[in-house]
């Protein structure tokens, strides 16, 4: 079997225990779409007739969904994988640490990828908000966003002793991500000057600055050269993601 | 070429030496039993064997190949059933082996992999509802599931009822009698008599015997063990009392049917009855409590 074929194999077998945990998805799902949708249209309500604020919003809240349905399920999916035993499992299966990992981040991914977009739509169909401009470009970097967060949960793990402890470590990066994001209004302005410089090199920051130019006035070619740097940011935090997790992956509890 | 060769295999965890420095070769189509108590290191050597762990030293081949470099290669020649690995428990049976025969290229179909362990008529049954010995069998399922060419199994029958351990010993050695190399662990030691030709006792990470079974058996004394009839003194038996447990006498001796009969003939001449005598060739029970007995000396 090759590699691909090893992924969705393995992808297959998580789905259908994922999508299935009606408990875990309904949780993720509401607090990701509740906030992602519920704040804009607040804006909208609050400042009716500016829908470049609600654009700023949307695109504040779409760091935060992103990295709560992405990097923060991503760490705690696979830390409870791993602590019961089920990693080892797969791999005792005959699947490729790769395999076996991507299956799991494939699942993840696209649940945090339609969460994203259901919001956009969602927002744009409740609000004065307008529909980005180049709807591609969009969507391909809440992929690839979605991408990288995912594998930064997976690196993440690393650090996480055990499954009950996964979901408290995870939090402070979609606050994290929010405040870099403009998620949470104007209180970005009152940060220091490197903490904002720090903040823009985030993975989500990524998404936002490519976010903004395509719902903004412009043409293609803008939009390609303002999706030049996140592009590169991205890749820098997947190598780094990659990195961290094929030396220090751990794939079974600790012991000691 | 052997299936599996380990030389001076060494792992330790932390300060801890888990192996010290074993070697031992497991030929093709054998059934390899290793052997020990908790804790002795054989979980640690089957798991490097099958690539889930790095050795800290020595040499470990398996099929010929590097269980670590070549793991992707290994894998699909080989089965697996580790000590403990977790389910989905909400899947079903049948969804669990379906679940696997996607992962495994060439899987048998699950009709037959369910009939093979005997768990039929639980296919619609959810895994969190399986007895421990059940979930054992589900185990063995998976892991023969690729009719693989060596099969490594971890302790295969713990909880599992006499009868299920039984059916589980016919169908590893039905699997041997196909080619199968088994490398299994156990501290049943009845299991291992039953289903091993060859042998090795881990102790405390180091191997401390290791053979053919039969040979290794046969070398060993076995064990006369009978009431002491009253009015009898120990040395006016005609065999030599290696201890006494209450009033039990028991003699180990190279040729424990001799010893009986020599025994019966000299109460027979006496009028004597032998109460609750019991003769045994040497057991693998005889050769730990050796081993356990020449630590302590
Ligand atoms: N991951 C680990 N970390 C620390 N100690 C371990 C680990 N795995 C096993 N050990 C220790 O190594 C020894 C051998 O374990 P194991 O190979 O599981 O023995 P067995 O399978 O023979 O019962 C035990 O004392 C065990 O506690
Ligand atoms: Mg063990």
């Given at each position: 079997m090759?590699?691909?074929?090893?992924?969705?194999?393995?992808?297959?077998?998580?789905?259908?225990?994922?999508?299935?945990?009606?408990?875990?998805?309904?949780?993720?799902?509401?607090?990701?779409?509740g906030?992602?949708?519920?704040?804009?249209?607040?804006?909208?309500?609050?400042?009716?007739?500016?829908?470049?604020?609600?654009?700023?919003?949307?695109?504040?809240?779409?760091?935060?969904?992103?990295?709560l349905?992405?990097?923060?399920?991503?760490?705690?999916?696979?830390?409870?994988?791993?602590?019961?035993?089920?990693?080892?499992?797969?791999?005792?299966?005959?699947?490729?640490?790769?395999?076996?990992?991507?299956?799991?981040?494939?699942?993840?991914?696209?649940q945090s990828?339609?969460?994203?977009?259901?919001?956009?739509?969602?927002?744009?169909?409740?609000?004065?908000?307008?529909?980005?401009?180049?709807?591609?470009?969009?969507?391909?970097?809440?992929?690839?966003?979605?991408?990288?967060?995912t594998?930064?949960?997976?690196?993440?793990?690393v650090?996480?002793?055990?499954?009950?402890?996964?979901?408290?470590?995870?939090?402070?990066?979609?606050?994290i991500?929010?405040?870099?994001?403009?998620?949470?209004?104007?209180?970005?302005?009152?940060?220091?000057?490197?903490?904002?410089?720090?903040?823009?090199?985030?993975?989500?920051?990524?998404?936002?600055?490519?976010?903004?130019?395509?719902?903004?006035?412009?043409?293609?070619?803008?939009?390609?050269?303002?999706?030049?740097?996140?592009?590169?940011?991205?890749?820098?935090?997947?190598?780094?993601?990659?990195?961290?997790?094929?030396?220090r992956?751990?794939?079974?509890?600790?012991?000691? | 070429?052997?299936?599996?060769?380990?030389?001076?295999?060494?792992?330790?965890?932390?300060?801890?030496?888990?192996?010290?420095?074993?070697?031992?070769?497991?030929?093709?189509?054998?059934?390899?039993?290793?052997?020990?108590?908790?804790?002795?290191?054989?979980?640690t050597?089957?798991?490097?064997?099958?690539?889930?762990?790095?050795?800290?030293?020595?040499?470990?081949?398996?099929?010929?190949?590097?269980?670590?470099?070549?793991?992707?290669?290994?894998?699909?020649?080989?089965?697996?059933?580790?000590?403990?690995?977790?389910?989905?428990?909400?899947?079903?049976?049948?969804?669990?082996?379906?679940?696997?025969?996607?992962?495994?290229?060439?899987?048998?179909?699950?009709?037959?992999?369910?009939e093979?362990?005997?768990?039929?008529?639980?296919?619609?049954?959810?895994?969190?509802?399986?007895?421990?010995?059940?979930?054992?069998?589900?185990?063995?399922?998976?892991?023969?599931?690729?009719r693989?060419?060596?099969?490594?199994?971890?302790?295969?029958?713990?909880?599992?009822?006499?009868a299920?351990?039984?059916?589980?010993?016919?169908?590893?050695?039905?699997?041997?009698?196909?080619?199968?190399?088994?490398?299994?662990?156990?501290?049943?030691?009845?299991?291992?008599?039953?289903?091993?030709?060859?042998?090795?006792?881990?102790?405390?990470?180091a191997?401390?015997?290791?053979?053919?079974?039969?040979?290794?058996?046969?070398?060993?004394?076995?064990?006369?063990?009978?009431?002491?009839p009253?009015?009898?003194?120990?040395?006016?038996?005609?065999?030599?009392?290696?201890?006494?447990?209450?009033?039990?006498?028991?003699?180990?001796?190279?040729?424990?049917?001799?010893?009986?009969?020599?025994?019966?003939?000299?109460?027979?001449?006496?009028?004597?009855?032998?109460?609750?005598?019991?003769?045994?060739?040497?057991?693998?029970?005889?050769?730990?409590?050796?081993?356990?007995?020449?630590?302590?000396?």
């Amino acid at each position: 079997m090759t590699t691909v074929r090893e992924t969705l194999a393995a992808a297959r077998l998580g789905g259908r225990i994922y999508w299935r945990d009606k408990q875990a998805l309904t949780a993720t799902v509401l607090t990701s779409v509740g906030l992602g949708i519920g704040l804009p249209v607040l804006m909208d309500r609050l400042r009716s007739g500016d829908p470049s604020l609600v654009v700023a919003q949307l695109i504040g809240m779409l760091a935060v969904v992103l990295t709560l349905s992405a990097f923060n399920q991503s760490a705690i999916s696979l830390t409870f994988r791993r602590d019961q035993l089920i990693l080892k499992r797969l791999r005792a299966a005959g699947l490729s640490d790769g395999a076996v990992l991507g299956g799991e981040l494939l699942n993840i991914m696209t649940q945090s990828v339609l969460i994203a977009l259901v919001t956009t739509v969602a927002v744009v169909n409740l609000t004065s908000a307008t529909a980005p401009r180049d709807p591609l470009l969009f969507t391909v970097f809440v992929v690839l966003g979605a991408t990288v967060l995912t594998l930064l949960g997976a690196a993440w793990t690393v650090v996480i002793p055990r499954a009950e402890v996964s979901a408290p470590m995870s939090v402070p990066f979609f606050m994290i991500a929010g405040l870099g994001a403009g998620a949470f209004g104007p209180m970005g302005q009152l940060l220091p000057g490197w903490l904002t410089t720090a903040l823009d090199l985030l993975p989500t920051a990524a998404v936002v600055r490519v976010g903004r130019a395509t719902f903004a006035d412009g043409t293609f070619v803008d939009d390609l050269q303002a999706a030049a740097v996140p592009l590169l940011i991205l890749s820098v935090w997947a190598a780094i993601a990659l990195l961290v997790i094929s030396r220090r992956f751990r794939w079974e509890p600790r012991r000691s | 070429m052997a299936a599996i060769q380990v030389d001076g295999l060494r792992k330790s965890y932390g300060d801890f030496e888990a192996v010290k420095e074993i070697s031992f070769t497991v030929a093709r189509g054998e059934i390899f039993a290793l052997l020990g108590r908790n804790g002795a290191g054989k979980s640690t050597t089957i798991e490097i064997l099958a690539g889930f762990q790095r050795p800290d030293g020595g040499t470990v081949r398996v099929l010929g190949l590097d269980p670590v470099k070549d793991r992707a290669k290994v894998r699909k020649s080989t089965g697996i059933m580790l000590q403990e690995a977790g389910f989905f428990p909400d899947l079903t049976v049948a969804r669990t082996v379906d679940s696997w025969r996607d992962l495994v290229p060439a899987a048998r179909p699950r009709a037959e992999a369910l009939e093979l362990v005997g768990l039929t008529e639980k296919a619609g049954t959810k895994v969190r509802q399986l007895s421990g010995g059940e979930k054992r069998r589900l185990d063995l399922a998976l892991a023969t599931l690729g009719r693989p060419d060596l099969l490594f199994l971890d302790e295969p029958t713990t909880g599992m009822d006499p009868a299920a351990r039984k059916a589980t010993w016919d169908v590893v050695t039905d699997l041997a009698e196909r080619g199968t190399t088994v490398l299994l662990t156990t501290h049943y030691l009845e299991e291992a008599q039953r289903l091993a030709t060859t042998m090795a006792i881990m102790d405390r990470g180091a191997i401390v015997a290791s053979g053919g079974m039969a040979e290794t058996l046969a070398a060993q004394t076995g064990r006369v063990a009978f009431e002491l009839p009253s009015g009898v003194e120990v040395q006016d038996l005609p065999v030599d009392v290696t201890a006494m447990e209450g009033t039990t006498v028991i003699c180990r001796v190279p040729d424990p049917d001799v010893a009986a009969q020599t025994l019966l003939g000299w109460a027979g001449e006496r009028g004597l009855r032998l109460r609750g005598l019991e003769v045994r060739t040497a057991t693998l029970e005889d050769l730990f409590l050796d081993l356990a007995g020449k630590e302590k000396a």
